[in-house]
């Protein structure tokens, strides 16, 4: 009884040929129109205008490359990701012009900036998956201001009993 069940098993498992989180398995298989948008994108003290034009997957920000001007992957991927997410990659030439705030503001501005254009390029194949996955919602989050009295924000000074 017990061979049975485990052959059974065996036999259904399907075999897997590699393993990784790099590739997009349906990569430029989206749904959405190609065509011309503009979004902007803003986060912390950076604002992003990003312009989307059909083309085969090139990235200018600021007149550099993608891989120039971020050079950590994980900010590479973070701008991408909302092309990623809708199978969009080799259909757009990303045209960004970015301004204030350090690279992590930059590229979450950017991000929203690519997921608003995409957004307005097709509205009813792309935003409910944007919306889902938080790409169309901005962070609110900024720096807290200094108070009177403290050091920073909250940093207060030492305490010394004696």
Do not use: C
Not at 63 to 80: A, H, T
Not at 85 to 102: A, H, P, Q, S, T
Not at 103 to 120: E, F
Request: glycine share 10%; aromatic share 4%; no cysteine.
């Amino acid at each position: 009884m017990a061979d049975s069940t485990i052959t059974a098993a065996e036999d259904t498992e399907e075999t897997v040929t590699s393993y990784t989180t790099e590739t997009n398995s349906g990569e430029g298989t989206g749904t959405s129109a190609v065509e011309p948008g503009y979004g902007t994108g803003r986060r912390k003290e950076a604002i992003a205008r990003v312009r989307l034009v059909p083309g085969s997957g090139n990235w200018t920000i600021n007149g550099r490359s993608l891989e120039d001007y971020f050079p950590s992957k994980l900010l590479q991927r973070e701008v991408n990701s909302p092309i990623v997410l809708l199978k969009l990659e080799n259909r757009f030439d990303v045209i960004v012009l970015v301004e204030g705030g350090g690279t992590t503001g930059q590229a979450g501005a950017i991000r929203l900036g690519v997921a608003r254009a995409l957004n307005a390029i097709d509205r009813d194949a792309n935003r409910a998956s944007l919306k889902k996955a938080g790409f169309l919602t901005r962070d609110a989050r900024v720096v807290e201001r200094k108070k009177a009295g403290l050091h920073k924000a909250r940093r207060a000074p030492q305490f010394s009993k004696r």
